[in-house]
């Protein structure tokens, strides 16, 4: 492979923001919910590289042969792989993808192809496009993809603020992350935070059942819970990005709750075969993305609440997890349900792509 701009390649970064940004010259796209993915094609050689610079060829089969037809000869094309269904983004099956065994990646690729949703051209031809302003890389991508395969999309573009709005509005219940904002003379920064994203937020209260130790000392991450209407408290994600001091401060405050905790605790005979026997989701379980991640974790007698910010709930879980806002000694764990929790109504995926693009 021989091209203007060679992997790995990382992905070009946005800052989080509470509002849709107003100012000239920014335009909007809505914010997938998938993996981030660099398409790198010179002639028959495909390859799909990750946020992490992890290759994600193997795990998607049919979209090396998608993009072989879809994608001009010689190009680097910046977008996001996605399951589509009639009801939305399935980030939770797209997950299942990533299997170490071929046989089980060619049966997926099969039974759940994914769909790429270009939205950057870094490089075409003999040309390095990373420091044309993204106005000209766009236009640029609308005359060489071919987006009339049903599952290769190109992203939907407006200058309109109001439209945006519209978008994060409209659009979460088909699962979306929110929506991006980027100047129409923006390079394409490798690394950098040079746009902005704006994603939806609420909060649950959760149960603390358990805890992570952090790499460097003091708490990681809290393991969270919520009962469903047969009492049963299942594992929903967890809470995390703490500064040093506060990693320290919850190793004190969770010390009481760490006394006789494996003593009828409801994870207590967790394993990953359980989720498939009982249907009861609980922590564990190999990361796919880092397989060699210690993920053991410490269980606490399941007594405290925790109020948690998070995006949106897929498949039962709080995707890309939450953060803490306080504890909640006001609250009773048992009162800590799946019933308080908000679900957009679902929008099908055709009102903003078309007849083609859920197949």
Not at 207 to 234: I, N
Not at 296 to 313: D, G, I, K, M, Q
């Amino acid at each position: 492979m021989d091209l203007p701009v060679m992997p790995p390649v990382k992905p070009m970064l946005a800052k989080a923001v509470h509002e849709v940004p107003r100012a000239p010259g920014l335009t909007y796209e809505p914010k997938w919910d998938g993996f981030r993915c660099v398409v790198f094609r010179d002639g028959d050689e495909v390859e799909l590289g990750s946020r992490n610079d992890r290759p994600l060829t193997r795990y998607f089969p049919e979209l090396v042969e998608l993009l072989r037809d879809a994608l001009p000869p010689r190009c680097v094309v910046d977008g996001e792989i996605v399951l589509v269904t009639g009801s939305g983004l399935d980030f939770e099956t797209l997950q299942n993808r990533l299997h170490p065994a071929a046989s089980r990646v060619n049966k997926l690729a099969a039974e759940t192809p994914a769909s790429f949703v270009a939205f950057d051209l870094l490089a075409l031809d003999d040309r390095d496009l990373t420091e044309t302003p993204f106005t000209e890389r766009r236009r640029l991508l609308e005359g060489v993809l071919d987006d009339g395969f049903a599952r290769v999309v190109l992203t939907p573009l407006t200058s309109d603020p109001d439209v945006a709005e519209d978008w994060f509005t409209r659009f979460e219940g088909a699962g979306f992350d929110g929506v991006m904002a980027k100047p129409g003379d923006l390079p394409y920064e490798q690394d950098k935070r040079a746009m902005w994203k704006v994603k939806h937020e609420r909060t649950a209260d959760c149960v603390v059942a358990g805890f992570r130790w952090h790499k460097d000392a003091g708490v990681g991450s809290l393991l969270l819970g919520l009962y469903d209407e047969d009492g049963v408290l299942h594992h929903v994600g967890v809470a995390s990005s703490f500064t040093a001091v506060r990693r320290r401060e919850l190793v004190d405050e969770l010390a009481p709750l760490r006394e006789n905790a494996v003593e009828g605790h409801p994870w207590r005979a967790w394993a990953e075969a359980q989720i498939e026997t009982t249907g009861q989701r609980v922590p564990g379980g190999q990361s796919r993305w880092s397989p060699q991640k210690d993920l053991s974790w410490e269980p606490v007698r399941a007594e405290l609440v925790a109020e948690v910010r998070y995006e949106h709930l897929q498949g039962g879980r709080l995707r890309h997890g939450g953060r803490l806002v306080r504890f909640r000694p006001d609250r009773e764990p048992a009162s800590c349900t799946y019933g308080q929790l908000e679900e957009a109504a679902p929008a099908e995926l055709t009102a903003l792509f078309g007849e083609g693009a859920a197949r």
